[in-house]
């Protein structure tokens, strides 16, 4: 079984702080993802990789940064964190190599609230 | 930009049948998933169907695909507590590297 894993479940931060949200997967997947989730607005894409230290801008990355030194393991960044940030965060991952976004593999979710 | 709309909620009695209805105007999708989140947990692929196919069926789950209406159903037999959940439908086209998702639906299920 496909195993993806959140530093946190649970996170508190407050305004301004640096905030790092890990994500690790155990498929050896070549594509990963961060997305986040608000009530009624479904996911939106922040960033996702394609491969060690290749990222790309998904949908809302303002605000965030990524890093992948290590292709098991993708690192969400809110450079200063602010109130409008707190959000459910899911990390995702998948094999295909043509086919990125296809069938991807969810992490159980990091709830950080900023206050 | 491409869209993808879901009802926010679906209430049936458990023991019946729930259909999830989802529609989407990118009629280049190729693949069409159901994703289900469980509270407080991240999102499972239940199933997904390839847009040469009108219908799957596994176990419990039928997928039905309209591509002419662009309109994807899940329907769930026998409808239990644990598929208590919020559902996601979501579109992905070869030429777009990231899913299109909708909103979900929250099926709740009534004793």
């Known amino acids: 079984d496909v195993k993806v894993t959140q530093s946190s479940r649970y996170l508190v931060k407050r305004t301004g702080e640096k905030v790092f949200l890990e994500c690790v997967q155990d498929?050896?997947?070549?594509?990963m993802f961060w997305y986040r989730q608000d009530p009624g607005l479904g996911l939106r894409l922040i960033y996702f990789?394609?491969?060690?230290?290749?990222?790309e801008k998904g949908d809302i990355p303002e605000g965030y940064s990524v890093s992948r030194e290590k292709k098991e393991r993708f690192s969400l960044i809110l450079e200063s964190a602010s109130t409008n940030q707190t959000s459910m965060y899911l990390c995702?991952?998948?094999?295909?190599?043509?086919?990125?976004?296809?069938?991807?593999?969810f992490g159980p979710g990091t709830r950080l609230t900023v206050t | 930009g491409e869209d993808v709309e879901q009802s926010l909620f679906l209430s049936v009695r458990e023991g019946d049948s729930s259909v999830i209805n989802c529609t989407y105007t990118?009629?280049?999708?190729?693949?069409l998933y159901w994703y289900k989140q469980e509270p407080g947990a991240g999102l499972q692929l239940l199933t997904y169907?390839?847009?040469n196919m009108d219908m799957k069926q596994d176990q419990r789950l039928t997928v039905l695909l309209n591509k002419k209406d662009k309109h994807l159903s899940l329907r769930i037999a026998d409808t239990q507590t644990g598929d208590s959940a919020i559902y996601f439908c979501?579109?992905?086209?070869?030429?777009?590297?990231?899913?299109?998702w909708g909103a979900g639906t929250k099926l709740i299920i009534k004793p």
């Open positions: 990789s394609y491969d060690v230290k290749m990222k």
């Open positions: 995702a991952s998948s094999y295909a190599t043509r086919l990125i976004g296809h069938e991807q593999y």
């Open positions: 169907i390839f847009s």
């Open positions: 498929m050896d997947h070549e594509n």
């Open positions: 990118d009629s280049s999708s190729t693949y």
């Open positions: 979501a579109t992905f086209t070869d030429s777009n590297y990231q899913l299109i």
